[in-house]
């Protein structure tokens, strides 16, 4: 809805808050549920100090029902009233106030940025819209609310119709499939608790600075997935001999350096790792449908994968003899290191293992005495077999690992201790998992500063 700023002014003689019945009918009139009778939404309101003079921030279909809403305080004074836009819009924009075509096709970049901030998101881009999670908020319940589940969109938000929507299995079948939303959810559905993380999570602690969006630590989350087993459909399809490779198609295409022509999002799986990653068809997302920038109505889920795996908007499924080779899965999400002077390389698979310390948060003032210190930990190899926490750079100790393990979601781990000592506390954590790896001091740089699983600091002060 359109926004809109009031100013109303009046006389020192015109004021209605000194007469005490004027005074309360117009702030019953200014309420939130009369407004919203008259179809107005108040934002926000205040009254300028000592100088008679009222803003309100509002949002209207139109002038005209605003004007009407407002025809008491013109009766007072003088109302002006300026259209508006969000900081997001004009973020959006470019800064120069026209809004962004609000095309049919797409979700209004403004208006998703605006719902990620409200959530508590931090943002990096507007569009595409990326913004990361605080890793304070990651500690909480098993999973995160939808809201604060970090957004990682490498073009615009497509708003796929539900109705006309099939996702297609074609390539090497016996029985192409067309499958609407409807038939999928008549398919036996699955929940399973994932945890994903963009390969660039903590790339903007890297030294020296790579480029691609710079993310702290918070590209990470878990949800409660549910959806249908990918090898369910499949077989439906039927495999033709020959059958080795998958591609999976987004809905989502956009312009990239050095091609010509848009490219769509598409990676690839092998038979294999579909088959040992247990990848799922989702359609909700902690028991909600997926929302729009997470990837309505269906997205893959692959469990244990760094997240780019876990393609959304999905519409095609293509089988194949050959590997993928589209752009986000041939020329980005590869590991190049410079090892021995020699160039090496490898693709950007299972997560590494890593932990992260959601209390304290850095520079938390913290009481002398008992303290618990937590996070979470996870790993794309396997689960977590221990969390190990050192304080002030003494000796390692062994985290207590708490709820449930999960084969691909996060372990929560705590540690209660005493601080006897004032001073600066640094605390830092380290995960290892069943497949034995742990986390190194400093990950290995690599040019694109992916999977970047250095064990984490976080520096509070007791007092
Ligand atoms: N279609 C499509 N799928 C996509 C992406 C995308 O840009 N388009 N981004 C990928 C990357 S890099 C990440 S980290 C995750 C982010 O998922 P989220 O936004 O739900 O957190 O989606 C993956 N799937
Ligand atoms: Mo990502």
Request: aromatic share 6%.
């Amino acid at each position: 809805m359109p926004l809109f700023i009031v100013n109303h002014q009046h006389s020192a003689e015109t004021c209605p808050a000194g007469d005490p019945a004027r005074g309360v009918m117009l702030l019953n009139h200014l309420s939130l549920s009369s407004a919203a009778r008259h179809g107005v939404l108040i934002k926000g309101e205040a009254v300028a100090q000592g100088s008679n003079s009222l803003f309100l921030i509002v949002e209207a279909a139109d002038e005209a029902v605003l004007q009407a809403f407002l025809a008491p305080l013109r009766q007072i004074g003088n109302v002006e009233v300026t259209a508006a836009m969000t900081c997001a819009a004009m973020v959006s924009s470019g800064g120069d106030g026209r809004p962004v075509d609000a095309s049919p096709e797409f979700l209004d970049p403004a208006d998703a940025c605006q719902d990620a901030i409200e959530a508590g998101i931090l943002i990096h881009s507007v569009n595409p819209l990326n913004g990361e999670t605080s890793v304070p908020g990651l500690a909480g319940g098993a999973v995160m609310p939808n809201g604060r589940f970090y957004l990682r969109n490498h073009f615009d938000i497509p708003k796929v119709g539900s109705d006309s929507y099939r996702l297609s299995i074609g390539g090497l079948v016996e029985r192409p499939l067309n499958l609407s939303m409807r038939e999928l959810h008549n398919l036996h559905a699955e929940s399973q608790v994932v945890t994903l993380e963009c390969a660039g999570n903590g790339r903007s602690l890297f030294d020296p600075a790579v480029p691609g969006e710079p993310w702290g630590l918070g590209a990470v989350s878990t949800a409660e997935w549910t959806g249908v087993r990918l090898t369910e459909v499949l077989e439906r399809a039927g495999l033709r001999p020959g059958a080795s490779e998958l591609t999976f198609r987004g809905a989502d295409s956009g312009v990239v350096g050095g091609h010509g022509t848009p490219v769509r999002f598409e990676r690839g799986l092998s038979l294999d790792q579909v088959r040992e990653t247990d990848a799922l068809l989702a359609y909700e997302m902690n028991g909600e449908p997926l929302s729009r920038p997470h990837g309505y109505p269906l997205r893959l889920i692959v469990p244990g994968w760094y997240a780019v795996a876990s393609v959304k908007w999905l519409t095609e499924i293509v089988v194949t003899d050959k590997p993928c080779g589209a752009y986000y899965q041939a020329e980005k999400y590869w590991y190049h290191w410079v090892r021995n002077g020699q160039a090496e390389r490898a693709p950007v698979k299972l997560m590494n293992v890593r932990a992260l310390i959601s209390s304290p948060d850095e520079g938390e003032k913290l009481p002398r005495g008992e303290i618990a210190i937590r996070g979470v930990a996870w790993s794309g190899a396997g689960s977590i077999s221990r969390v190990d926490v050192s304080l002030n750079g003494g000796p390692w100790r062994a985290a207590r690992l708490v709820g449930e393990r999960r084969r691909a979601a996060w372990q929560w781990w705590e540690l209660i201790t005493r601080l006897e000592q004032t001073g600066p506390l640094t605390v830092r954590a380290r995960a290892t998992d069943t497949a034995g790896r742990t986390q190194p001091e400093h990950a290995e740089w690599n040019r694109l500063g992916y999977g970047n699983n250095s064990i984490h600091s976080v520096t509070a002060q007791v007092i």
